[in-house]
């Protein structure tokens, strides 16, 4: 339905920041329910932030707040996630995802039926 790619990985020292971005093709995300998504070795994924439509509302995980914002561009072509004060435990691989089920389960992976293929954030002490 939609195909996601991220992108603006990479190593960065704790107190850092990294922006990064998801480009989308195939359908206009102004039509999903979109998220940002996290996974460290040996841990499942977990979740990190997400943008419900209709009205746009961006809904945080509580270890990212106040020092992550998701944001979506006026096309709805991209995502971004702007990950600033960065600690070492952030370190994971971050996916994008979307979903066009109507639902308020906006932390779940099953949610999602889209993926990207991840992008190795690395934060070092």
């Known amino acids: 339905q939609v195909q996601l790619v991220e992108s603006g990985g990479g190593l960065v020292q704790a107190g850092g920041s990294l922006r990064l971005s998801c480009a989308a093709s195939g359908c206009p995300l102004s039509s999903y329910d979109v998220a940002w998504f996290r996974q460290a070795p040996g841990k499942e994924r977990e979740f990190v932030a997400a943008?419900?439509?209709?009205?746009?509302?961006?809904f945080y995980a509580d270890s990212v707040k106040g020092r992550f914002t998701m944001s979506r561009d006026n096309a709805a072509v991209s995502l971004f996630l702007q990950m600033n004060s960065l600690k070492p435990e952030d370190t994971a691989v971050y996916f994008c995802?979307?979903?066009?089920?109507?639902?308020?389960?906006?932390?779940?992976?099953?949610?999602?039926?889209?993926w990207g293929r991840g992008t190795q954030v690395t934060v070092s002490s």
């Open positions: 943008i419900k439509r209709p009205g746009g509302t961006i």
């Open positions: 995802a979307a979903g066009s089920a109507i639902t308020s389960a906006i932390r779940i992976v099953r949610t999602y039926a889209d």
